[in-house]
């Protein structure tokens, strides 16, 4: 079993940034398939980005390519979440989750291990 918990969630202006977080405690972090994904209220969670074991395959969200980065730090169990050009509707409450397959998924019933999110909340 592996806990996750998020931080670096806020309230920042549109064209801003923010870099979210993910600890994880447990089982070997490597191991792991990491995702993030949101959701926005009254809309169902989805996928944002997501990075292979090692960090070598990352896949993204066609709306965050070029603004947001995913990156892993295995030696300190922690996944990250760099958030660049903010919109408002990036506005979501933001969650981590681990898959323990070695396949990169993009749906969020794939994935075993769930933080407990953190808002994100971008003003125009």
């Known amino acids: 079993q592996v806990q996750l918990v998020e931080s670096g969630g806020g309230l920042v202006q549109a064209g801003g940034s923010l870099r979210l977080s993910c600890a994880a405690s447990g089982r070997t972090f490597s191991s792991y398939t990491m995702g993030w994904f949101r959701q926005a209220p009254g809309k169902e969670r989805e996928f944002v980005a997501a990075i292979s074991r090692s960090g070598a395959t990352i896949y993204y969200k066609d709306s965050v390519k070029g603004r947001f980065t995913i990156s892993r730090d295995n030696a300190k169990n922690t996944v990250y979440l760099e958030m660049n050009s903010l919109k408002p509707e990036d506005t979501a409450v933001y969650y981590c989750?681990?898959?323990?397959?070695?396949?990169?998924?993009?749906?969020?019933?794939?994935?075993?291990?769930w933080g407990q999110g953190t808002q994100v909340t971008v003003s125009s």
């Open positions: 989750a681990a898959d323990s397959r070695l396949r990169i998924a993009r749906l969020a019933s794939a994935y075993d291990y």
